[in-house]
């Protein structure tokens, strides 16, 4: 996750909350089901917490520290994950990481080796995801009343780069975090301590609830053999039709209880990047006719437009990552395009699906390409929606 912020910027550095102590419990919730479950104590000079995560297999214990310095600054900062239920087992990940100056040199130990990473972030913080303890840390220095706003670098765990986001304080008991494609809101009390939070908004779509306390070794025994795994694991299609090889790359989301279409997940009218985490691709290697519209070989990300009253395919020439410069631009290791950063102006074609309503809701997104007549049909399943397109080969 990228909902976490943490370095300050100098403008804040007037009117800061005090470095309040601190403990509680955050439950971090997806649609019906729990991702994670973290308790921490604070100090004026440490942070200690330990979470269950349910997002991977298998869930995970994690225990972190951080050694504070004045107003929430990190000094030191270690994180362990283990598998849950298995306190003495090695751990799946470990990361100790030290500032110094402006810079943050970080020990990287997994089961296939170690790394050292170091990145210049004068002030950083590091970013670990469904941490709402470490969050607080960056709360500690808004100021206590009034409108505020930054761009916020943070350093993710076990990667040696850092990333800017825009951050705002909204009067007393509210804050925005930009990351993730969207706004994260947080609720926060006087001392900066955060009530809750709405990622709906974001590409994870997780909900926040404080708790006083919680019994973190009975949510390990139920959770320990029931993990969720990848919220939204890859999946990948390679068929041969009328004598074109077309590939299509994507990831498959759940309902978890959600309502789908026109609800959080997916709202009518705007554009959906038609699956989750990276953009979906489709490449084909001969002329498609769709719709009407040549579509030539190559590689195109695939998105739709839902509206309560049809939908529309959309393929777009955006493959990779927005480039900043020439030499970015003309990197051929550019990372694949995210989900979240579509960009109209490089629509191919747009073209009207079909859309049938199913008798039984389909609880994880499924797409689909087989023959029908003499070329194919394109097909996309979730909740009590099928949309589809025929194509042909040119």
């Given at each position: 996750m990228r909902l976490a912020v943490f370095v300050l910027t100098a403008p804040f550095i007037p009117a800061m909350l005090g470095a309040q102590s601190a403990s509680g419990a955050f439950v971090v919730t997806l649609g019906k089901d729990t991702v994670a479950v973290e308790r921490y104590t604070r100090t004026a000079d440490r942070l200690e917490a330990d979470a269950i995560l349910r997002d991977r297999a298998p869930s995970v214990h994690r225990h972190?520290?951080?050694?504070?310095?004045?107003?929430?600054?990190?000094?030191?900062?270690?994180?362990?994950?283990?598998?849950?239920?298995?306190?003495?087992a090695k751990p799946l990940l470990a990361v100790a990481q030290t500032f110094s100056g402006d810079t943050a040199v970080m020990q990287v130990s997994r089961p296939e080796g170690d790394?050292?990473?170091?990145?210049?972030?004068?002030?950083?913080?590091?970013?670990?995801?469904?941490?709402?303890?470490?969050?607080?840390?960056?709360?500690?220095?808004?100021?206590?009343?009034?409108?505020?706003?930054?761009?916020?670098?943070?350093?993710?765990?076990?990667?040696?780069?850092?990333?800017?986001?825009?951050?705002?304080?909204?009067?007393?008991?509210?804050?925005?975090?930009?990351?993730?494609?969207?706004?994260?809101?947080?609720?926060?009390?006087?001392?900066?301590?955060?009530?809750?939070?709405?990622?709906?908004?974001?590409?994870?779509?997780?909900?926040?609830?404080?708790?006083?306390?919680?019994?973190?070794?009975?949510?390990?025994?139920q959770f320990a053999n029931r993990p969720l795994g990848p919220l939204s694991p890859p999946d990948s299609i390679r068929v041969t039709i009328g004598g074109a090889a077309i590939a299509l790359d994507y990831s498959r989301p759940?309902?978890?209880?959600?309502?789908?279409?026109?609800?959080?997940?997916?709202?009518?009218?705007?554009?959906?990047?038609?699956?989750?985490?990276f953009a979906t691709r489709l490449k084909t290697s001969a002329d498609l006719v769709i719709g009407g519209h040549t579509i030539p070989a190559g590689t195109y990300t695939l998105w739709t437009l839902p509206t309560p009253t049809g939908w529309k395919l959309i393929l777009n020439k955006q493959t990779k990552a927005p480039c900043t410069d020439a030499a970015s631009c003309a990197n051929p290791r550019r990372a694949d395009l995210w989900g979240t950063e579509y960009n109209a102006d490089s629509d191919f074609v747009r073209v009207d699906m079909q859309v049938e309503k199913l008798q039984v809701p389909v609880e994880e997104f499924v797409m689909s390409v087989a023959p029908q007549g003499v070329g194919g049909i394109l097909k996309l399943e979730w909740e009590t929606t099928r949309a589809w397109v025929a194509f042909t080969k040119k």
């Open positions: 972190l520290v951080a050694t504070l310095g004045p107003n929430g600054t990190v000094k030191m900062f270690v994180l362990a994950n283990r598998p849950a239920g298995q306190p003495t790394t050292t990473l170091r990145v210049v972030a004068p002030g950083g913080v590091p970013y670990v995801g469904y941490s709402y303890a470490v969050m607080e840390l960056f709360l500690l220095h808004l100021p206590a009343t009034g409108d505020a706003k930054a761009s916020v670098p943070m350093i993710p765990i076990a990667s040696g780069a850092t990333y800017p986001t825009q951050v705002w304080r909204l009067g007393r008991d509210s804050a925005v975090f930009d990351w993730l494609g969207g706004p994260t809101h947080i609720r926060i009390d006087a001392d900066g301590r955060i009530q809750g939070a709405d990622a709906s908004l974001t590409t994870v779509r997780v909900h926040v609830t404080r708790l006083r306390d919680i019994d973190l070794a009975a949510v390990e025994s759940s309902m978890r209880g959600r309502r789908i279409f026109g609800g959080d997940p997916v709202p009518w009218n705007k554009v959906w990047r038609t699956g989750a985490n």
